[in-house]
């Protein structure tokens, strides 16, 4: 029978022993680093989609809107189909149409009562401080016209959010772990008789 000494000075088996325990936390880093790559890739690929179909839907406006919105997400389901397992089935596009590029977003403004909204002068209070953009003496919030989508020299802002499956989700059979990518694209529509 071996003395306790003995057992005590007796190294065999302990990197084994230490492997498996930074095994699984090397594992993590590792997968974590694999899942943060792809989830970027997605996002940029989704970028580009957004960009390349808002400026390809600019060129044709005799499509009603219902099928100019159905064309850009065919346009975006073809670039992001190279991902496994995103399919697009469940993806959506906003858009607001501007007749002038300074109305496309709010004026900013100093929140001095930080209650998230702009509060314009009154018999008793100043107004919050704001940037003029347009030189008109007041905040201007943003002026989106009647149609999503405009008409001939229109500005139209383009949101899509495209719900992507993680990449080891799928592997490991976590159906429901997604991540809700976002794109925005700017385009203008082009007047009759421009070309591209």
Request: glycine residues 10%; negative net charge; charged residues 20%.
């Given at each position: 029978m071996a003395r306790p000494s003995t057992l005590l000075a007796d190294v065999r088996g302990v990197t084994v022993v230490e492997?498996?325990?930074?095994?699984?936390?090397?594992?993590?880093?590792?997968?974590?680093?694999i899942e943060f790559g792809y989830v970027n890739l997605a996002r940029t690929n989704l970028e580009s989609a957004v960009t390349d179909a808002a400026r390809q839907t600019t060129v044709d406006l005799d499509l009603e809107p219902k099928d100019r919105e159905e064309r850009m997400k065919t346009l975006i389901r073809d670039r992001m189909s190279p991902l496994v397992g995103t399919?697009?089935?469940?993806?959506?596009?906003?858009?607001?149409?501007?007749?002038?590029?300074?109305?496309?977003?709010?004026?900013?403004?100093?929140?001095?009562?930080?209650n998230g909204v702009y509060d314009r002068s009154?018999?008793?209070?100043?107004?919050?401080?704001?940037?003029?953009?347009?030189?008109?003496?007041?905040?201007?919030?943003?002026?989106?016209?009647d149609s999503a989508l405009?008409?001939?020299?229109?500005?139209v802002r383009y949101q899509a959010s495209y719900p992507t499956p993680l990449f080891f989700s799928r592997i490991i059979g976590l159906k429901s772990a997604t991540i809700n990518l976002q794109a925005t694209a700017i385009g203008r529509n082009e007047r009759k008789g421009q070309t591209k």
């Open positions: 492997f498996a325990l930074i095994f699984p936390v090397l594992l993590m880093v590792i997968c974590g680093m399919s697009g089935s469940n993806m959506t596009i906003t858009s607001k149409a501007f007749a002038d590029p300074a109305q496309s977003a709010a004026e900013d403004f100093e929140d001095t009562n930080r009154t018999d008793t209070l100043p107004g919050e401080p704001f940037t003029d953009r347009n030189g008109n003496g007041q905040w201007d919030a943003s002026v989106a016209l405009g008409g001939e020299g229109d500005m």
